[in-house]
């Protein structure tokens, strides 16, 4: 599974954002099931920020913010996110 959080973050503040992000994704790597990771900005408006980890299955994920490390450095960045689904079964792939 992919999860796919979207943020609104000023310009001023991206700095301080790459910081937070990679500080949460690192304590998401060290959980079981985590496989990857993607920080990126969209190419047409520099304020609007995502976050997509891929998961092993819904489980891992869940397990993983119940974490006390995790609550701890990740969930505060995760509770910024903007407020839509963020959870998504993957159905068909390929190379990236």
């Known amino acids: 599974?992919?999860?796919?959080?979207?943020?609104?973050?000023?310009?001023?503040?991206?700095?301080?954002?790459?910081?937070?992000?990679?500080?949460?994704v690192d304590v998401l790597s060290r959980r079981p099931g985590?496989?990857?990771?993607?920080?990126?900005?969209a190419a047409d408006d520099p304020t609007l920020w995502t976050v997509v980890t891929e998961w092993d299955g819904a489980g891992y994920y869940r397990r993983a913010l119940s974490d006390f490390d995790v609550k701890v450095q990740a969930v505060p960045l995760l509770s910024r996110a903007i407020d839509e689904p963020t959870a998504f079964e993957i159905l068909a792939g390929g190379d990236l």
């Open 1 to 24: 599974m992919i999860v796919i959080t979207r943020y609104s973050v000023p310009e001023a503040d991206s700095v301080a954002f790459q910081t937070d992000a990679a500080t949460a």
């Open 34 to 41: 985590f496989r990857g990771h993607r920080i990126g900005r």
